[in-house]
């Protein structure tokens, strides 16, 4: 009956894309292929009154399997996906768009270009309306590849100077594809969205033409416009945007500030520790003190040299000083649970010292301050720093035996 043949039909098609999925998963994409193009024939195939149109699994599985595909060709790939164009009218410009990374993928960035322009030009009704973010992503992209373009023009000039017909020819074509990149790019950002790529690329553009007000503008726009996500390199950009442009450290600090609150592990927060302890301001010494400890509070920073030097380097001035001793506990009360196990173990006391003698340096010196002369720590790498015959690591033992009592009163 049509009733059973349905239900069979049905169970057909589940158990069909079961098989697919257990091939995709053990990267068997032979089989899947055989079992696509079965799934797809059955798809023709059926009798039924209702309309079965090619579905949006059949082109996403369909990509991943030619993308792995041993024996697949770029035009196996290219065949496929224009059949997707024409089947898929309601995903048209989302093939396109993928049809366009694949290109570039492989490299052929003028085939790619050649796809973007001619999935702008495409008009279906109601279906062109329905789809303008997609259309809005297809005129950013070629605005990017614009962007490579002008690129690529601009460093022809560098090169070989602005002398002669040639060159002037060169220029024009840099200018034009300048005017069509910017216009896509600027029309992308400024839609509420992560585009980092897209805004670096147009400030490079604004930047070159000496357009500084307008980077600047479209740069803090990003960074602090509420109606864009948090993204921490927005605030990257603008601060990398402001320290080329020699702007003021108060700037500076206010970008890397907010960059600190959003991520408190990142690779500025070195540079940021460096220009908050050359300030003769003293709240910013003390964020300063706070961004390092942030810092070595994550598990990437652990070996790192510089980071412990930068924390060595302020802990000796404040102990020295014995000035703000506060500061260091402060920061040492809500992490003397668990640093000592974290940074400051017999293991990690003997492989600092045999793969890194600046890091167990810089290690010693910290955990003497905050643990005191009887720390494993300190004890193990000083020991090991003397019997060495290392200098330095002698008046290290000194320095940690004489401030001793700072560690008392640091731990109370």
Known sequence: SSHEYKLNFKKSKEMCLSYIQDAMLQKQWKKAAEFLTFYVESLEKDFSTEHVSPSEMIWRIGTEILCHHSHSSMKEFNSFTEQMKSLGVKRYLKVCLEHTFHLLCNGLIDEAYQNLSLSESWRFGEQTIIQDKEMKLIKAYRGLLDYYNWSKQKNILLEHGQDGFEDLTVEQEMHSCFRKAAVNLKEIIEIPGVWDLFVKCYVDLLEFYGDHNEARQVLNEYAYNSKFPANPNAHVYLYQFLKRHGESKKSLVSALKILHDVVPSHELMIDFNIMLQKSKKRKRRR?????????????????????????????????ISEKYLDWIQQEWNSRKDWWPAFHFSCYLA?????????????????AGILLGKGCRYFKYVSHQGCKAQVKRFRVLKKFVNKHNPVYLRISG
């Open 287 to 319: 964020l300063g003190l706070e961004v390092i400890f942030a810092v070595l509070d994550y598990a990437g920073w652990k070996e790192n040299v510089k980071a412990w030097s930068c924390l060595a380097k302020q802990v000796k001035q404040i102990v």
């Open 350 to 366: 003997k492989r600092n010292w045999q793969e890194n003698e600046s890091l167990s340096y810089e290690k010693a010196l910290v």
